[in-house]
């Protein structure tokens, strides 16, 4: 069953999520490791300049030369934002230390918002069985079909590469050479993450639970009405479930990421 297609809505584009094929895949994956260094150097409300500094100045992430330090700044940026300013990455630390073990997928959210090439390569991820192995084959196809002629082959090739790499750090893939479909269950935060961005497109009640967002999780709709809840008493977000009644407030969260 295909993807639902994301709603490049004026919301969407207003917080952070970008379009176009130059993206951070050509080159690099999400680069989860060096965001969760930074995150832990660089304070909560920081400026997009104290981001740079921490890492072309002060080297918090350990590059041996400044031309390194300077091109991992600018794809940690182009990847993430790093600006308390783009509103995306402001809820993303919002919810960062709520629940450490929801850390992978609250950076692949942002990630999939942020990168193109990323979502596309979603289509042929998440249809995948567990068990089943990704094909680099199969990823090209997917990416071919959606960019044409725009790229060139061995740049296409290192996408598929980047993005197998990405796919495996956000849980959705096990292992270095074969890489395997895997199960990634929701947590509280992330799907409050994925909630909010369906919410973006205009989503509302039951339709929120089927945007592209939330089929990033390999769960039935019970247990995300679980997690859910769980959010709910998180304070993370507003709801009534029950009786087959599924309400949901989003801009609760947004209420709170500005209130931070």
């Known amino acids: 069953m295909p993807l639902p297609l994301i709603d490049e809505s004026d919301a969407l584009l207003e917080v952070g999520l970008r379009t176009g094929t130059k993206t951070t895949h050509t080159s690099r994956t999400t680069m989860q490791t060096e965001l969760f260094e930074v995150l832990e150097a660089v304070p909560n409300g920081s400026t997009i300049q104290a981001y740079a500094k921490a890492i072309e100045v002060d080297n918090v992430l350990g590059k041996r030369s400044l031309s390194n330090r300077l091109i991992t700044s600018q794809r940690l940026r182009e990847m993430y934002g790093l600006d308390h ?155 009534t479930i029950g009786a087959g009644i599924v309400e949901i407030d989003m801009s609760y969260l947004t209420k709170q990421v500005l209130s931070n």
């Open 85 to 239: 300013g783009v509103m995306i990455f402001r809820t993303l630390r919002y919810l960062w230390n709520i629940d450490p073990e929801s850390r992978p997928m609250l950076a692949h959210l942002c990630g999939l918002a942020r990168d193109t090439l990323l979502r596309v390569t979603a289509e042929y991820i998440i249809p995948l069985s567990v068990g089943t192995e990704c094909v680099r084959t199969d990823m090209l196809k997917c990416l071919s079909a959606h960019l044409e002629a725009r790229l060139n082959d061995s740049i296409l090739n290192k996408v598929a590469a980047n993005a197998g790499s990405s796919w495996t750090r956000s849980g959705h893939l096990t292992g270095r050479n074969r890489k395997i479909r895997s199960i990634v269950k929701p947590r509280p935060t992330s799907v409050a993450f994925a909630l909010w961005l369906g919410h973006l497109e205009g989503r509302v009640a039951d339709e929120l639970l089927d945007s592209f967002w939330m089929k990033m999780f390999d769960a039935s709709r019970n247990e995300i009405l679980d997690e859910i809840i769980k959010a709910k008493q998180l304070n993370l977000l507003r709801a």
